[in-house]
């Protein structure tokens, strides 16, 4: 079948032309003033039926959605390259390219890998898994938290691609028997995307995970991370407080680093001195000092924060506490006039109190510092396009194009947050027990993550089953 946009992606981007074929009509969309001799080509080329103006950036942005749309899937390069690749030449020398949809017409590996990252990156996911099994192999989209399945290429394809990943990355093709981290920086119709690649060897070949991270999303605003106004507020005030220090919770994927992030965006940076110490920098923040951790060399968190406190802060956030001696840091400095925000796994708000307790903090330093915590999780945002309500007004997801037939598109968070008045710090002075903090919280009006949630199922945002799902614990 024929393109809907015959020129060439590269052509198209360099020359800011693009050609669209309606079935009605061939439209040559230019900027103003024109570039006469690649009109003049491209005329002489096609029958073009219509000359039409675009303003320059919406003519790039235009160029990019029409040409990330008209990329092949995945599944179909995948299907093409095992037809037609010559096993036996599979590991040759591939160049590298700027924009991965230039690459349309490149060596077979390279083609899969291009598509494979090209509809990643269209579907909105977070993780590329690529695994090898005895007989076959499975690449696996991760899309609003959930694993699918979109192609299972041919076992004897899997050793090719990942050499190719590890070309990309930097790594070394030749050690198999060791895990390896490295990083890919791509373009993709314009977007800039960034890729952590992690292999890990297993019982029939490397395996690989791809973290991608669009560059491009990257503003991040606490209005739009799905908080009721109630607790949004709250938050707020916390995080504009001077000193002390602030705590997010959740399990790994629950948007912790995120609600962070955001709220790094309302501190003024021009007249504060912001610091972060995270494992790994997921983002990079503009007027913000970000410092990654790294094990080979013994910089760790408690390494790099005491680093961070000589640099004269007046807010730190702290990618993780993960052991006593980054918690009493971090404690110690919110003592100190610093304004501390951190992540910490915990299954609930009150739990976190338990928790530093447990890794030695001492609570009275504790009750001295601690401003409120927050837990959370995301539950998936029914697809609005294909959503159905029973008879009882509940709302149900039916799975349409639109979502790849999930049901679900998008996601969003439930929250609880846990404010420490002064009746909070004095069970926390006392050692209470946890479940005199929920006690407590509750009475002063704090709502657990799954009553979160049910605003959203009324809203017909989520579904019950979702909210149910994530709320588990």
Request: glycine share 6%; proline share 4%; charged share 25%.
């Amino acid at each position: 079948m024929a393109s809907r946009y015959p020129l060439p992606y590269a052509f198209a981007k360099a020359q800011q032309l693009l050609l669209e074929d309606t079935q009605d009509e061939l439209i040559l969309w230019a900027p103003q003033p024109l570039p006469l001799s690649a009109v003049a080509e491209v005329q002489r080329l096609y029958a073009v039926d219509r000359l039409e103006h675009e303003e320059g950036s919406r003519l790039r942005e235009r160029i990019s959605v029409a040409y990330a749309g008209n990329e092949s899937s995945a599944a179909t390069v995948v299907g093409e390259v095992e037809s037609a690749v010559d096993l036996s030449r599979l590991l040759q020398d591939l160049p590298a390219v700027e924009d991965l949809l230039e690459a349309a017409n490149d060596a077979p590996i390279i083609r899969m890998l291009n598509a494979l990252l090209t509809q990643a990156a269209k579907d909105g996911a977070s993780d590329i898994h690529i695994e090898p099994y005895e007989r076959s192999s499975s690449v696996r989209f991760r899309v609003d938290g959930s694993l699918r399945e979109i192609v299972q290429p041919n076992r004897a394809l899997h050793a090719a691609l990942i050499s190719r990943l590890k070309i990309m990355a930097e790594l070394d093709i030749a050690e198999k028997r060791l895990p390896q981290d490295g990083r890919i920086s791509l373009r993709i119709g314009g977007r800039a995307i960034d890729v952590r690649v992690s292999t890990l060897p297993s019982a029939h070949g490397e395996r690989a995970v791809l973290r991608l991270l669009d560059k491009s999303e990257s503003k991040f605003s606490l209005e739009g991370l799905g908080m009721d106004g109630a607790v949004l507020s709250q938050f707020k005030r916390l995080t504009a407080q001077p000193h002390g220090i602030v705590l997010v919770t959740g399990p790994t994927g629950s948007g912790k680093t995120t609600t962070l992030y955001a709220a790094l965006q309302t501190v003024d940076t021009a007249g504060t001195n912001v610091l972060t110490v995270e494992d790994p920098i997921e983002y990079e923040l503009p007027g913000i000092g970000q410092t990654q951790v790294n094990a080979k060399i013994d910089l760790t968190f408690a390494k790099a924060l005491r680093a961070i406190l000589r640099q004269d802060p007046d807010v730190i956030m702290i990618g993780e506490i993960r052991d006593f001696e980054t918690a009493q840091i971090a404690i110690q400095a919110s003592l100190t006039g610093h304004l501390v925000l951190a992540t910490l796994h915990t299954n609930d708000a009150p739990s976190a109190v338990t928790r530093l307790t447990d890794m030695g903090v001492e609570p009275f330093l504790l009750s001295s510092s601690l401003l409120g915590v927050q837990a959370q999780r995301l539950v998936r945002k029914l697809c609005s396009a294909c959503r159905r309500q029973d008879e009882q007004g509940h709302w149900h997801p039916v799975g349409c194009p639109e979502c790849s037939h999930t049901g679900y598109k998008g996601r969003t968070g439930v929250y609880e947050l846990m404010v420490a008045d002064d009746q909070i710090r004095g069970l926390i002075h006392n050692r209470a027990a946890e479940s005199e903090l929920w006690a407590a919280a509750r009475a002063k009006g704090m709502r657990s993550m799954r009553e979160d949630g049910e605003r959203l199922v009324r809203a017909g945002v989520t579904s019950l089953e979702e909210v149910l799902r994530a709320t588990r614990d």
